[in-house]
């Protein structure tokens, strides 16, 4: 049961932590003009 808990919690922390750098990245080559196709 505690292991399960832990698994989800730290799933959820590296998803949201990868989610954040795909963010940053998104934006920065946005703002660059660089990925024009991915402005949705």
Do not use: Q
């Amino acid at each position: 049961m505690w292991l399960e808990v832990v698994d989800v919690v730290s799933y959820k922390f590296v998803f949201r932590s990868l989610n954040l750098v795909l963010e940053k990245f998104i934006s920065f080559y946005a703002s660059s003009g660089f990925l024009p196709i991915l402005r949705l």
